[in-house]
């Protein structure tokens, strides 16, 4: 008997792998902060550049900002991005 689903990964077939990132919340306008080596492992400027290309992708814009690694800011290392998803013709809320 067919049955109706709430929501259904696509993107994902039977025995393959999850999606690396979880772009269907992450591009919903919410402010997200992901870390190297907890959300991403490339250098932090190329996930950068996968950000912004995913928003291209999309029809959006995104706005990043790098932040330094916890508990060495002194070093001027770059371990994690703050970023938000937002239509082209709305200006991103600002929470803080």
Known sequence: ???ELDEFDFGTAPG????????SRWTKGDIWEIRRGEDYDVPTENMRVTLHAKADQKGLKVRTRKVPAQGEP????WEGLVFQFYEPDDEPAQRG
């Not at 002194?74 to 290392?77: I, K, N, P, S, Y």
């Open 1 to 3: 008997m067919a049955r």
């Open 16 to 23: 393959s792998t999850r999606p690396k990132y979880d772009w």
């Open 74 to 77: 002194e070093r001027g290392e």
